[in-house]
């Protein structure tokens, strides 16, 4: 059924970037979207127990950054790992936002975002984030498209 409907509502893959403090940390997603056009405004489903969550909802803020077709190893490097006690951005190129949170230097784009607003959804919750600031940082790369097979393998 998951692989099913990734076929039938196609994404892309991004690592969605947060900051409280001094730690900073990434986590992939690929259910993210634009949900409002004027403000403009996107959300992003995130499970309770990443440790994501909490840096998100403690500071307010989130960076989506949309990873372009050569990300794969990246999206495995910030998906199958927490960073409750592992600093996942150790050797991996960044710059920040304007508002100080992660940018990976090889994403496509980034769209830096304020939390408006959460609310659960089944066993996620729907981070919607005001757009602050939206960049195109690769103009020759493709985005990288969700494949199930590229990170789950065959049976779902
Ligand atoms: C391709 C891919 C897509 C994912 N999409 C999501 C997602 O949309 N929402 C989510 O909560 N977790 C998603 N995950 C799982 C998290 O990225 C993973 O649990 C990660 O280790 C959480 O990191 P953290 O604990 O440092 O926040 C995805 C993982 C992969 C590999």
């Known amino acids: 059924m998951q692989e099913r409907i ?7 893959v991004y690592i969605v970037t947060a900051r ?13 979207s ?10 992003v489903s995130i499970a309770q127990q990443r440790f994501t969550y909490g840096l998100i909802k403690e500071s307010g803020r989130f960076c989506l950054n949309a990873l372009a ?17 592992f600093d996942k951005f150790k050797g991996i190129d960044h710059t920040t936002t304007m508002s100080g949170l992660p940018v990976i230097t090889k994403a496509y784009a ?13 066993d996620h919750t729907l981070f919607i984030g005001s757009v602050s600031e939206c960049v195109v940082i690769r103009h020759d790369a493709a985005p990288l ?4 097979h590229d990170f789950f393998g065959k049976k779902a």
């Open 34 to 43: 634009q949900v409002s056009f004027n403000p403009p405004m996107v959300a």
């Open 145 to 148: 498209i969700f494949a199930w």
């Open 110 to 122: 980034y769209i830096d975002c304020e939390l408006a607003s959460m609310f659960d959804t089944g």
């Open 6 to 12: 990734s076929k039938a509502l196609p994404s892309g």
């Open 69 to 85: 077709e050569d990300g794969i190893d990246l999206a495995k490097h910030f998906g199958f790992k927490s960073g409750r006690s």
């Open 20 to 32: 409280n403090g001094e730690k900073i940390n990434g986590m992939t997603a690929a259910w993210a």
